[in-house]
Each structure stands twice: as structure tokens, then as C-alpha cells.
């Protein structure tokens, strides 16, 4: 069974995460030193995520069909998704064994995953925040 119901559960919990984090005034400015536009194409259920990580640029953060043009594309399950987010997910290991694909400039991906660390303690407090213990306390 997936974490996720529907794509408005998820867009209302991760969707959030980015949201916030695009408005985040400390960390905002490390993402958007990556200089690129990301989506995020989720199954299970199906959803898009498309976020402008550009210097200069607004933090844009579009949910489902966007107009943003993406460099790099990343695509997983909703559930790899959520686990990720929580830390629980080694984006090496899952892009090898194919739980993560990606597609786009290497060298901007490889930015971003080192920025991703402060987030994942941040996401389980916002989900405990929105009463959803039940995806807080994944193992």
C-alpha cells in the first residue's frame, strides 16, 4: 500500500516541502546557486513536481503540467520520494539500482544532493506538524 492516496496528499505534503524551502531564506539561496529547473515526475500515484532553482530567479514551485522548462528530470516513486525526503534513502544507491532515474546535466545534480541533508529532519517536523504521524514514523 502506498503512503499516498492521491496526488493532492502528495502535493499538500512534499509539494509543501518545496514550497517552503522556496521561500526559505537561508536555504533557498544554497538550491538555487544550482542554476536549474528540476521536476520531479512521481508514480503511485502519478504527479509532477516542477521546481526553478535559478539564481536571480523567483523559487518557483508548479504542481502537475507546468510551463517550466526542466534540465534535469527526476523520476521515482512517490513512496521512494517520501522515504528519500526522510532521510531514509541513499540517492547513490537508488539512482544505481534504478529506484531514482534521472535524466539532465550530471554536474547539477550533483549539487543538489549534498544541499538535501538539512531538509530531511525539516519534512518529518512538518509532517508531524500537519497531524500525519503516520507518514512521520516510517521505517
Do not use: C
Not at 512534499?14 to 520531479?40: Q, S
Request: aromatic share 8%.
Amino acid at each position: 500500500m502506498s503512503f499516498f492516496n492521491s496526488d493532492e496528499e502528495l502535493y499538500e505534503t512534499i509539494g509543501k516541502l518545496f514550497v517552503d524551502l522556496a521561500a526559505d531564506e537561508e536555504l533557498a539561496p544554497k538550491f538555487r546557486a544550482a542554476n536549474t529547473i528540476v521536476r520531479y515526475e512521481y508514480t503511485k500515484p502519478d504527479a509532477a513536481i516542477t521546481v526553478r532553482l535559478q539564481e536571480g530567479q523567483p523559487g518557483d514551485v508548479d504542481f502537475g503540467e507546468s510551463e517550466m522548462e526542466p534540465d534535469v528530470v527526476m523520476k521515482m516513486e512517490a513512496d521512494t520520494a517520501h522515504r528519500f525526503w526522510l532521510g531514509k534513502v541513499n540517492p547513490t544507491v537508488a539512482l544505481a539500482r534504478g529506484k531514482i532515474k534521472a535524466t539532465g546535466p550530471v554536474s547539477k545534480l550533483l549539487k543538489l544532493v549534498p544541499l538535501t541533508k538539512p531538509v530531511y529532519p525539516r519534512y518529518k517536523a512538518q509532517l508531524e506538524a500537519q497531524g500525519r504521524d503516520d507518514l512521520a514514523n516510517v521505517r
